[in-house]
């Protein structure tokens, strides 16, 4: 059951928690409800996102602070949600495992006891990764109840595009995002403006730590490889003017904007398997409109929460 429940677990990596404190006097910085972060938390996580992510080396000491911070809020606003609408919540240790493997060899660790061996020296706390893990799955399990069967998929009309499609070859984008949200129309363009200013002056990584409010945002904003069967007919009118590099004006969705880019671009042979593709196409569409409700319903919930900054 879980396997197809699996849809931004990527973004796990950003919020692992370390347990080596600095030597300097700690302090409450925030409260959400009931929830303490002290700044400790924050330079802890500061501490480990530093390790894991090269690109934030270019922003100064005080951004990385913010950066921080923010993910440790979006995780307690996550986990104090979650507490309201699970009793006993047990994730099953197989699909913990499952996801562990993901991520240590998304950072080039073979095996889960040089996983251990890396967290060790790095003073990280294995449980406190498998706690990690355990919200984010229960956050994911949250949205799918709360929103699957608003889910729409047109299975016939992926299959009709299919038949017909002559193409030998079909385009596959890897695709970064930055998302944000404002309830001001007249700050979009604002936003926009320093989201450009940024990109053109440190690049898009740096953009996607500064603006995106995704959980994407620890992994450049990735959202991988889309088949260009799997885009709307909007991305994809979009997708096809566009180069390697380059990105779009604000495109608004659920909750929010985004403002997406193309890294790469690759033409494949079409699979002449037309039911594996189909469930490929549904998979990607599925995911993707998922994130897009876990955004939506982030942003919802954030407005009740109580958050406290000293």
């Known amino acids: ?12 990596i950003f919020f692992i928690f370390i347990k080596n404190t600095l030597s300097y006097e700690n302090s409450i910085i925030a409260k959400i409800e009931k929830e303490i972060i002290t700044s400790i938390d924050v330079e802890n996580e500061s ?5 894991l ?8 000491e005080k951004e990385i602070f913010e950066i921080s911070k923010r993910s440790i809020v979006r ?3 996550k986990n104090i949600e979650i507490k309201k609408k699970f009793k ?14 993901s991520i240590y060899q998304n950072i080039g660790i073979e095996n889960l006891e040089t996983f251990k061996k890396y967290l060790n020296e790095n003073d990280i706390e294995y449980e406190y990764v498998k706690n990690k893990i355990e919200i984010e799955t229960l956050w994911n399990e949250l949205i799918i109840a709360k ?5 729409k998929i047109d299975q016939d009309k ?15 984008f890897f695709v970064l995002e930055i998302f944000f949200d404002t309830s001001d129309s007249k700050k979009i363009q604002e936003i926009y403006s320093d989201i450009e200013k940024t990109i053109r002056d440190d690049g898009f990584n740096k953009a996607v730590l500064t603006y995106s409010s995704s959980s994407t945002a620890s992994t450049r904003g990735e959202l991988g490889w889309i088949q260009e069967e799997a885009l709307n007919e909007n991305l994809k009118n979009i997708f096809y003017e566009m180069n390697e590099g380059e990105y779009t004006k604000p495109i608004t969705v659920p909750g929010g904007f985004l403002v997406l880019k193309i890294d790469k ?3 494949e042979k079409i699979n002449i398997d037309i039911e594996k593709k189909i469930n490929e196409i549904i998979k990607i569409k599925k995911d993707s409109q998922l994130n897009q409700f876990s955004k939506m319903y982030f942003n919802k919930i954030k407005k009740d929460v109580k958050i406290n900054e000293f």
């Open 53 to 60: 992510n090269e690109n934030l080396k270019k922003f100064n």
């Open 75 to 77: 995780e307690k606003i």
């Open 147 to 151: 929103f699957s069967s608003e889910i």
């Open 1 to 12: 059951m879980y396997k197809k429940k699996i849809f931004i677990y990527v973004a796990l």
């Open 47 to 51: 501490k480990y996102l530093l390790i």
């Open 265 to 267: 671009i690759k033409k």
């Open 88 to 101: 006993n919540p047990n994730v099953p240790k197989d699909f913990i495992e499952q996801i562990l493997k």
């Open 158 to 172: 992926i299959r009709q595009e299919l038949a017909t499609n002559n193409k030998k070859y079909s385009k596959s």
